[in-house]
């Protein structure tokens, strides 16, 4: 049977900025831009390279790769 693909979960922007990243269920830390995700996403065993920001996989919660921060009031 195959490997299924990880979860990954990119949270909402935080107030003081960044989005927490975690994958199934170990947290990865928080990603202040694509460069920082895709470095987590590394570290987890993945090729940055193959990674799709649109791929079903990646579960963008409160906006997509382009949201790193909250708007201004």
Do not use: C
């Not at 949270?11 to 987590?40: K, M, Q, S, W």
């Not at 790769?65 to 909250?70: E, G």
């Amino acid at each position: 049977m195959p490997k299924s693909m990880p979860r990954i979960v990119v949270h909402p922007p935080a107030p003081t900025g960044g989005r927490r990243v975690h994958i199934d269920a170990e947290i990865l830390g928080v990603a202040y831009n694509v460069a920082d995700l895709l470095e987590f996403l590394r570290r987890a065993g993945l090729d940055p390279d193959e990674v799709r920001l649109n791929d079903p996989m990646i579960d963008w919660r409160g906006g997509g790769p382009d949201v790193w921060s909250l708007p201004p009031n």
